[in-house]
């Protein structure tokens, strides 16, 4: 019999969960969970016995909060205090969780979070409740970060997976911080980077970073898909160059790795930030297998006319099987999953909301 | 004082399934004061009602015996003795 592969995905208005038992041929959904809220992240953590699902969610109304789920999405819980809320000394609120990264294997109750506005937290109880890392509130370079159309918000959270001092974040209109020393401080990782949008292109910090992905065999390579740009680093980040080339576009959101194969990244270009939609309105997601050098188009399964709508930047994901699956969903509400490595996909969901956050696992 | 809070069908889930809650706040009794007493009470319906600075959630609208509390002054609105107060989602979203 095969594993169960489950895949959560979050939308605009709520958390749907798909799950397959025949090597992801086919899907059985349930859901909405948390019906009317916004799932902006949603993290499954498969360090504990029991597979613990992690959902960063966001009521109109009502507000931000996150829920976890110990039975695979049937019940949901929350404590009593707020998992997440910001100090009286800050003066701000909380307004969403944007990141919910399950920590390195040696710290198995540790998850992070990074929220809107732009600040990390961290759990030591599962991602039950979570403490303000107040020393990157802190950093000098604070009072300069931007706001995306998005908002401001600490939307990439990448702990190293064997070394429990380092962590690497990344927002939009603010760009990559990472700290070495166990949250004491922080420092700015953007060389290389391009912000086109500002006088000087390359300043030590202000890029607008959409997302990075990196593969835990390998942690100093990182992969970045930036507002307008494609990046790797090979040295933790200390340093970024182009791999672009090849690409129909440098823009887009999205970033992942392949779960089995370090060299191996996938990402969802769109034309450009004034025209944000797949290039010839072709569903396509670009892959590749030498560490950004080539790249190939995927094409077979997916929509090749008329697709004109967009993969956010959470909404692209691998699970954590070998050789692994590939997932993501559009604005437009479809899910797609491939089991081959991208070659070739399959419809998972057609017509839900706006899918906001994609993670897979096999549990 | 006791005063009654009336729960929106959506919010019930935090309440245990409760459509009203019959409250004490010690005098003199405000909104403010009330929900300070809810944040003890019923934490999860508390903060869904205001932010971690105490500030009511902008899509969510009390009324204090048929006024809307942002024009009786908001926290500060006094209560009654036997004060109703109502929770309503606003219209908003799509």
């Not at chain 1, 019999?1 to 605009?12: E, H, Q, W």
């Not at chain 1, 980040?237 to 182009?242: D, G, H, K, V």
């Not at chain 1, 006319?305 to 691998?318: I, Q």
């Not at chain 2, 004490?24 to 403010?32: F, H, K, S």
Request: glycine share 10%; aromatic share 8%.
């Amino acid at each position: 019999m095969s594993d169960t592969v489950l895949l959560a995905i979050g939308t605009r208005k709520g958390l749907w969960i798909a799950t397959s038992t025949d090597d992801r041929a086919t899907w059985k959904l349930s859901g909405p969970h948390h019906a009317m809220t916004g799932v902006y992240s949603v993290a499954i953590d498969t360090r504990r016995e029991t597979p613990r699902l992690l959902a960063g969610v966001s009521s109109e109304h009502f507000g931000p909060t996150v829920a976890v789920s110990d039975d695979l999405g049937a019940t949901w819980r929350e404590p009593e205090r707020p998992p997440i809320a910001f100090p009286e000394s800050t003066g701000v609120s909380l307004e969403r969780v944007w990141q919910l990264a399950p920590g390195p294997a040696a710290e198995p109750d540790v998850v992070y979070a990074g929220t809107q506005p732009s600040a990390l937290f961290r759990s030591a109880d599962g991602g039950l409740t979570y403490e303000f890392v107040q020393s990157l509130w802190d950093h000098p370079h604070r009072e300069e970060w931007g706001a995306g159309y998005g908002g401001q918000a600490i939307h990439t959270v990448l702990p190293h997976p064997a070394d429990p001092a380092s962590v690497l974040v990344a927002m939009s209109s603010g760009g990559v911080y990472r700290t070495d020393d166990a949250l004491a401080s922080w420092r700015p990782a953007n060389s290389g980077l391009r912000a086109y949008f500002l006088p000087d292109q390359y300043p030590e910090f202000g890029q607008c970073v959409h997302k990075i992905a990196r593969h835990p065999a390998h942690p100093d390579r990182y992969f970045l898909q930036n507002h307008h740009g494609v990046y790797r680093s090979d040295d933790g980040a200390e340093s970024w160059t182009s791999i672009a080339d090849g690409l129909p576009s440098d823009f887009g959101f999205a970033m992942a790795v392949h779960p089995a194969r370090p060299e191996v990244i996938y990402t969802f270009p769109l034309v450009a930030d004034v025209d944000r939609f797949p290039p010839e309105g072709r569903c396509r997601v670009y892959r590749s297998e030498d560490a950004g050098s080539t790249w190939t188009a995927l094409t077979e399964g997916l929509p090749q006319e008329d697709f004109w709508t967009t993969v956010m930047r959470d909404a692209l994901c691998v699970d954590d099987s070998d050789p692994g699956g590939v997932y993501f969903g559009s604005r437009s509400g479809a899910v797609y999953a491939s089991r081959d490595q991208g070659d070739s996909w399959r419809c998972v969901a057609a017509n839900l909301p706006d899918v906001l956050s994609v993670r897979a696992a096999v549990v | 004082m006791r005063v009654r809070v009336l729960v929106p069908g959506v919010l019930r889930g935090v309440t245990d399934g409760a459509a009203h809650l019959d409250v004490d706040v010690a005098e003199p009794a405000t909104l403010g004061a009330l929900f300070d007493v809810l944040a003890v009470r019923y934490p999860l319906l508390e903060r869904r009602l205001r932010t971690e600075r105490a500030e009511l959630r902008r899509y969510v609208n009390v009324y204090v015996d048929g006024e809307e509390c942002r024009r009786i002054g908001g926290a500060g609105a006094r209560l009654a003795e036997d004060a109703e107060v109502l929770i309503l989602p606003s219209i908003a979203g799509g």
